[in-house]
């Protein structure tokens, strides 16, 4: 096998298909929203009073850039719309609490979060899956905002923010085409997975999957434009995913520049999210914790580089090294 065919197998044994796939996946969801209309409706005994809601899947899985996760519990992302306008509803936590309080029996675990309802499934003790519903209200104009803040929580803390799911998953959609497109999602799940597998047991603050994702929506170069020509269609763009995974980490790593930020001056890497709220990804990350993510992407960089110039057997002990032992010997 050649090493862009071992990337290949590498991205069959840890891409999670997505909800038109996966039959459990859509089988779990679809139990928890059939609890949350039975229990809106007892909340709401009157028709003419109950608010309805619409559902759309978000997230990697609908987006198609999904992993397994490493140490199981499944996340399934699922945006509820209720059709309300939210300038009648003025405290987003009330709003929350109509769906929490209707799915809270569901499972031995279900929480109320900053940003979403959180249904958990344990099994043989073991978290398995949990589901986020993530609710929103609509304002005068049609436009989606989040329902964020916790019980309890201060007044200033509880906010509707405009969120455009849906959008971010129509750009990803949109990026590129055929092969092209293929190759796209193939590199967002390995830098998804090296995060899960070079962050997971030291407790440093990982970067966010939609960080990544958010990443290479501005960086990634396929081999083809790369090379300086495009291949419609042609085997042509994906022949080294090797060499355009390298490309995508070098153009994040050449983005980082010294300024200002809430943990004051650093080095650091600023990513605007290209849809409402159009926020930094980053920004929660304290310097400290960015300077962890930069000399992590220095070793994953320097490990992209010693793989292309090493024999194919050398090149797999690198790659496992560096995405964990899913990466073919």
Same mark, same amino acid.
């Given at each position: 096998?050649?090493?862009?065919?071992?990337?290949?197998?590498?991205?069959?044994?840890?891409?999670?298909?997505?909800?038109?796939?996966?039959?459990?996946?859509?089988?779990?969801?679809?139990?928890?929203?059939?609890?949350?209309?039975?229990?809106?409706?007892?909340?709401?005994?009157?028709?003419?009073?109950?608010?309805?809601?619409?559902?759309?899947?978000?997230?990697?899985?609908?987006?198609?850039?999904?992993?397994?996760?490493?140490?199981?519990?499944?996340?399934?992302?699922?945006?509820?719309?209720?059709?309300?306008?939210?300038?009648?509803?003025?405290?987003?936590?009330?709003?929350?609490?109509?769906?929490?309080?209707?799915?809270?029996?569901?499972?031995?675990?279900?929480?109320?979060?900053?940003?979403?309802?959180?249904?958990?499934?344990?099994?043989?003790?073991?978290?398995?899956?949990?589901?986020?519903?993530?609710?929103?209200?609509?304002?005068?104009?049609?436009?989606?905002?989040?329902?964020?803040?916790?019980?309890?929580?201060?007044?200033?803390?509880?906010?509707?923010? *405009?969120?455009?799911?849906?959008?971010?998953?129509?750009? $990803?959609? =949109?990026?590129?085409? &055929? #092969? !092209?497109?293929?190759?796209?999602?193939?590199?967002?799940?390995?830098?998804?997975?090296?995060?899960?597998?070079?962050?997971?047991?030291?407790?440093?603050?990982?970067?966010?999957?939609?960080?990544?994702?958010?990443?290479?929506?501005?960086?990634?170069?396929?081999?083809?434009?790369?090379?300086?020509?495009?291949?419609?269609?042609?085997?042509?763009?994906?022949?080294?995913?090797?060499?355009?995974?390298?490309?995508?980490?070098?153009?994040?790593?050449?983005?980082?520049?010294?300024?200002?930020?809430?943990?004051?001056?650093?080095?650091?890497?600023?990513?605007?999210?290209?849809?409402?709220?159009?926020?930094?990804?980053?920004?929660?990350?304290?310097?400290?914790?960015?300077?962890?993510?930069?000399?992590?992407?220095?070793?994953?960089?320097?490990?992209?580089?010693?793989? *292309?110039?090493?024999?194919?057997?050398?090149?797999?002990? $690198?790659? =496992?090294?560096?995405? &964990? #032992? !899913?990466?073919?010997?």
């Amino acid at each position: 096998m050649t090493i862009h065919a071992k990337f290949r197998t590498f991205d069959e044994t840890i891409r999670l298909k997505r909800f038109a796939e996966n039959a459990e996946l859509r089988e779990k969801r679809d139990r928890v929203l059939t609890r949350l209309r039975g229990g809106i409706q007892k909340q709401f005994p009157s028709p003419a009073n109950r608010p309805t809601f619409d559902f759309f899947n978000q997230g990697s899985y609908e987006m198609g850039t999904g992993v397994k996760p490493l140490g199981g519990d499944y996340d399934i992302d699922v945006g509820l719309v209720l059709n309300i306008d939210i300038s009648h509803h003025r405290d987003p936590v009330a709003v929350k609490e109509w769906v929490y309080k209707a799915v809270k029996e569901h499972t031995t675990d279900v929480r109320f979060r900053r940003s979403c309802v959180t249904v958990f499934y344990v099994e043989g003790g073991e978290p398995k899956y949990h589901v986020d519903l993530a609710i929103y209200g609509k304002d005068a104009w049609g436009n989606h905002h989040l329902a964020s803040g916790k019980q309890g929580g201060a007044t200033d803390q509880r906010k509707w923010v *405009r969120s455009e799911p849906k959008r971010l998953t129509d750009l $990803v959609d =949109r990026k590129f085409s &055929g #092969e !092209d497109a293929n190759q796209f999602r193939r590199v967002i799940r390995y830098l998804k997975r090296w995060k899960d597998f070079q962050f997971s047991s030291e407790g440093a603050a990982a970067p966010t999957g939609i960080g990544l994702t958010a990443c290479a929506l501005s960086w990634f170069a396929t081999q083809s434009s790369s090379l300086g020509f495009y291949s419609y269609g042609t085997q042509a763009a994906e022949t080294d995913d090797l060499g355009v995974t390298t490309g995508l980490v070098e153009k994040i790593r050449s983005n980082f520049t010294m300024g200002y930020s809430t943990a004051g001056l650093g080095e650091r890497i600023r990513v605007v999210l290209p849809v409402p709220p159009h926020n930094d990804i980053f920004e929660k990350l304290s310097n400290q914790q960015m300077q962890e993510f930069k000399q992590r992407l220095d070793a994953l960089l320097g490990n992209l580089r010693a793989a *292309r110039k090493s024999s194919e057997q050398n090149a797999c002990q $690198v790659l =496992r090294r560096t995405f &964990g #032992e !899913d990466f073919p010997a």
